[in-house]
C-alpha cells in the first residue's frame, strides 16, 4: 500500500516537526475492511494528546477516511500520525502551520497462535522510563526509551521487555501494557508519569467492568509480580498475551486473558 | 537552499525512524562560507551520541560535505540530522538499514545586538524535564519537553526560559545552556540526568580552562540564582548572553560573557 501524506501517496517535507522534535503523535490500530477496532476510542486518544500537546484537533471524519484509505480491504495494521506540520527551525511552536496527517498500512502480522494459547516469556530492560506528567499516557512520537529498551535482546523466544520507571516501579511492555492478578486483585500500573495509555489497556478495564470485576491502577513492584497468579500483556493488535514465563521464573495460568480474548473476538 | 536528504535535495521516506519514534541525532551549527564554527566538537557530538543510541556512526568527511553543501557561501545554519532510517513498523532497531543524512542550511537570525551587549530578560518555565541518564546530554531527536516550554511564552521581550528536572534542579534553557557566577565560582549544571551538552558550553569550559579559571558542573537550585554575580546562557549560534533580568529580578553584570564573547569573534 502506498503511504499517504495528508491524503496523497507521497513522502514528507524534511522540515515536519514531527521529524525535528518528535511534535506529534501516533496511533496503531487494528483494521479490517478499512475500519479500525476501537477506533472512536484510538481518536479519542488521539485528541487528548493534540490538546494536551496543543497541537490542531484532527477531523474525526478525515480520520475514519484516511485509515479506510491506507486499508481498505481484509485484516491489517493502519498507523496514523498526525504532527504539528512544517515549519522552520526553533522548537517554538508556529503560528498557523497545517498539521500533517500520515496514514501507513501494513500487513497483519504473522504471531504464532501459541502467544494466545500457552503465552509469552517477558523479561525485564534495563532501560528505565524517564517520569513527565505533561507527556505521561498519551502517545507521542518521543520513543527513544522504548527504541532502546527493545533494541537489548535478539532472543526470538522473548516476546515482550517490562520497563521500569527511574524509582523501580513496573510501567509497561516496550508495546504493550501490563496487567497482573495480585492478591486476588487485578492490578495495572499507573500512568500518571510515564507509559502510554494503551487502548487495549481501557479495552480490558471496560470489559472487567462489565463482569464486576474492577482493575486497580497503582504503582507496581517487579516483586509484587513474583507473587502474580496471572500476568498478561496487552496491545491494540494482539489484544492480551498471557504471560507464562519471566524473567525465568514461571508463571501461573489465569483464566482472564483467555476470557477476554474471546469476547474480543466477538468485536471484530 | 534545497534541503539535502541523502546528498540530494528531495523529500523524507515517511517510514523513517527519525520520524516514527524521533530515532536520530542533530546538530545546529554556525557556518560561514560552508565550515562549521567547531565542526570537530559538532561531529564528535554526533558520533557519541549515535554510539550511545547504537546508530551507525556516520562519515566525517561526509558531514563536512553536507554542511558545505547546505550553505557554501556566507554567514548561516546549518542543521544536521542523522537517524536509524526507514524501515518496517515496530521498536526494535531493524539491522541493514541504511541511515538518514538530512543537511539543511538557513539564514543567520536577525538577532538585537543588544542581546549581547545590554543583555537578555529570561523566566521559568512550567514544563519540567524528565531524567534519564541514557538519553543525557547527546542532542536526540526526541524534543518535545523543550517544544511545551517553548510554547508556554509570546512575549518578544522574553529571550529564553530556564528549565528545571523534576527534582526542582535549574538544568538549561531551552535552546542553551546556563552558567552563572555564585561565590565566586563559574557554575553550570550537571547534565548526567538530562539536558543537552552544548557546543558552546564546552567552548566556554575550554576558553575558561585557558584563562585559569575553573567551571564547577553540579546541581543548581534556582535560589541560588538569586545571588548569583553573573549568569549568561551559550548555544552554538549566539555563543553567549549576557541575562539582565531573570523572573522579573535584576541580574548584575559580570565580566564573563562579553571576554568569553570578545574571545569567540577571533574565532570564525
Redo the contacts between chains.
Keep these: 500500500m502506498p ?1 499517504l ?1 495528508n491524503g496523497r501517496a ?14 506529534g503523535l ?1 496511533e ?1 490500530m487494528a483494521v479490517r475492511d478499512g475500519r479500525a477496532r476501537f477506533a472512536e476510542w484510538h481518536l479519542a486518544r488521539l485528541t487528548e494528546g493534540a490538546r494536551r ?2 497541537l490542531p484537533l484532527p477531523d474525526q471524519e478525515m480520520l475514519l477516511g484516511q485509515i479506510a484509505a491506507a486499508w481498505p480491504g481484509g485484516r491489517g ?1 493502519v ?1 496514523l ?1 498526525w ?1 504539528r506540520g512544517a515549519a ?6 508556529p503560528a498557523n502551520v497545517e498539521p500533517t496527517c ?1 496514514a ?1 498500512g ?1 500487513e497483519w502480522p504473522a504471531w504464532p497462535e501459541s502467544a494466545w494459547s500457552a503465552g509469552v516469556r517477558l523479561r525485564f530492560c534495563r ?6 506528567p ?2 505521561a499516557g498519551i502517545k ?12 537489548e535482546w535478539d532472543d526470538e523466544r522473548i516476546a515482550e521487555g517490562l520497563m521500569l520507571d ?1 524509582r523501580g516501579q513496573v510501567i509497561s511492555g ?2 504493550s501494557n501490563l496487567f497482573a492478578v495480585s492478591a486476588g486483585q487485578i492490578v495495572t500500573p499507573a500512568l500518571d508519569q ?1 507509559g502510554v495509555a494503551g487502548i487495549m489497556r481501557r479495552a480490558f478495564c471496560a470489559w472487567a467492568a462489565l463482569h464486576a470485576t474492577t482493575v486497580v491502577e497503582r504503582s507496581l513492584r517487579p516483586r509484587e509480580l513474583e507473587t502474580a497468579t496471572e500476568i498478561f500483556v496487552t496491545n491494540a493488535l494482539i489484544g492480551a498475551w498471557p504471560v507464562r514465563e519471566l524473567a525465568g521464573r514461571e508463571v501461573p495460568a489465569g483464566p482472564h486473558a483467555a476470557k477476554f480474548n474471546s469476547w474480543l473476538a466477538t468485536q471484530e
Design positions: 503511504i501524506v507521497g513522502r514528507l517535507d524534511p522540515l515536519d516537526r514531527g521529524l525535528q522534535y518528535g511534535d501516533f496503531t500537546l496543543a495494521v498507523k500520525i504532527t522552520g527551525r526553533g522548537y517554538r511552536p500520515i501507513a501494513f532501560t528505565r522510563l524517564g517520569r513527565n505533561v507527556l507521542h512520537l518521543n520513543r527513544l526509551e522504548q527504541v532502546l529498551a527493545r533494541a527511574d516496550t508495546q510515564c
